[in-house]
């Protein structure tokens, strides 16, 4: 069977992450892996509390995306992974890993998924989610405080200094190699159900094939 990549960026906020696990869930158990960009930032242990703190996690180059590569390579392959696992409040990846097993679907999903070029080449169907300004960097806020262990000042000081700039300079322009462009993230249900669906039909026609 055909392994089929399919990778979903957008904005911070955007309701990529969403729209991923919602396809993901929709799939027959077994018939699909998850890989969240975000799980391969760089490892920054080695430096200081505030080191940390001054490292543009919005870039390209935080990102440890020739590992993501060989991950993505393997599970192509058939053969399993074990996904690393990223604390968002220390900077740092923990001892513990997931174990991922090979699919006939693989589902990838982050900001920055299409601007790299060697990652947008393993990608058969490419999908940007287009949500306004506003209400990703609203959703951005509320995730941040809840989940990562930021404070206000954190956050909007993050927006201003490296979250806006990079999304204009590197998510923003990566909407043009999309094949499929979503607006309104998790919310827009007939997106979801075409993409699907489509997907369905893969896995139907490659187990006929067999």
Same mark, same amino acid.
């Given at each position: 069977m055909k392994t089929l990549v399919v990778g979903v960026a957008g904005g911070s906020?955007?309701?990529?992450?969403?729209?991923?696990?919602? &396809?993901?869930?929709?799939?027959?158990?077994?018939?699909?892996?998850?890989?969240?960009?975000?799980?391969?930032?760089?490892?920054?242990?080695?430096?200081?509390?505030?080191?940390?703190?001054?490292?543009?996690?919005?870039?390209?180059?935080?990102?440890?995306?020739?590992?993501?590569?060989?991950?993505?390579?393997?599970?192509?392959?058939? *053969?399993?992974?074990?996904?690393?696992?990223?604390?968002?409040?220390?900077?740092?990846?923990?001892?513990?890993?997931?174990?991922?097993?090979?699919?006939?679907? &693989?589902?990838?999903?982050?900001?920055?998924?299409?601007?790299?070029?060697?990652?947008r080449a393993r990608m058969d169907v490419k999908v940007f989610v287009d949500t306004?300004?506003?209400?990703?960097?609203?959703?951005?806020?509320?995730?941040?405080?809840? *989940?990562?262990?930021?404070?206000?000042?954190?956050?909007?000081? *993050?927006?201003?200094?490296?979250?806006?700039?990079?999304h204009q300079a590197f998510v923003e322009p990566s909407k043009r190699f999309a094949?499929?462009?979503?607006?309104?993230?998790?919310?827009?249900?007939?997106?979801?159900?075409?993409?699907?669906?489509?997907?369905?039909?893969?896995?139907?026609?490659?187990?006929?094939?067999?």
């Amino acid at each position: 069977m055909k392994t089929l990549v399919v990778g979903v960026a957008g904005g911070s906020g955007s309701g990529k992450t969403t729209i991923a696990r919602a &396809i993901f869930e929709a799939l027959p158990k077994g018939s699909a892996a998850l890989l969240e960009h975000d799980s391969y930032y760089k490892d920054l242990s080695t430096l200081d509390h505030e080191a940390r703190a001054r490292v543009n996690f919005d870039h390209p180059d935080s990102l440890d995306n020739k590992l993501f590569a060989l991950h993505l390579d393997a599970l192509r392959a058939g *053969q399993p992974i074990e996904k690393p696992v990223y604390d968002f409040a220390t900077h740092a990846r923990l001892r513990e890993t997931l174990h991922v097993a090979a699919a006939p679907v &693989i589902m990838v999903e982050g900001i920055l998924v299409l601007a790299d070029p060697e990652l947008r080449a393993r990608m058969d169907v490419k999908v940007f989610v287009d949500t306004d300004a506003d209400i990703r960097v609203m959703r951005r806020i509320r995730r941040d405080l809840e *989940q990562r262990g930021r404070t206000f000042s954190q956050v909007r000081a *993050q927006y201003y200094e490296t979250v806006r700039p990079m999304h204009q300079a590197f998510v923003e322009p990566s909407k043009r190699f999309a094949d499929l462009i979503v607006p309104e993230g998790g919310e827009n249900r007939v997106a979801l159900a075409m993409i699907a669906a489509h997907l369905r039909a893969h896995l139907a026609s490659s187990e006929g094939a067999l």
